[in-house]
């Protein structure tokens, strides 16, 4: 139903940024989902990092990247970012864009419960070079 196309993974040292982007090729509006990314690193669960929501959540970041990343959505264009600053070598993981549909929140992400989630993108590789 649902089409999340990512970009913007790759290589990086230590100290510098990377952005990535999620656009949503059917379309969406904020006001029916919540929407950002999980990601999973080898022989690590799957954890919420990030998420952008009209409801009550607002938006959410986990502990371990709050004040380094940040959250941003163009609406015109269907399309969400996350831009992360000062990467360290445990930002390293796959990164997957996730949509939970209907009510808009972020609970999914700051419980971890990637089981709630309704759609995904494909994955792109972060790797942080020491």
């Known amino acids: 139903e649902m089409q999340l196309v990512e970009s913007g993974g790759g290589l990086v040292l230590a100290g510098g940024s990377l952005r990535l982007s999620c656009a949503a090729a059917s379309g969406f509006t904020f006001d029916d989902y919540a929407i950002g990314w999980f990601r999973q690193a080898p022989g690590k669960e799957r954890e919420g990092v990030s998420c952008i929501s009209s409801g009550n959540g607002g938006t959410y970041y986990a502990r371990s990247v709050k004040g380094r990343f940040t959250i941003t959505s163009d609406n015109a264009q269907n399309t969400v970012y996350l831009q992360m600053n000062s990467m360290k070598t445990e930002d390293t993981a796959v990164y997957y864009c996730?949509?939970?549909?209907?009510?808009?929140?972020?609970?999914?992400?700051?419980?971890?419960?990637?089981?709630?989630?309704?759609?995904w993108g494909k994955g792109t590789l972060v790797t942080v070079s020491p």
């Open positions: 996730a949509v939970h549909s209907g009510y808009g929140s972020c609970s999914d992400w700051e419980m971890n419960h990637y089981y709630g989630i309704d759609y």
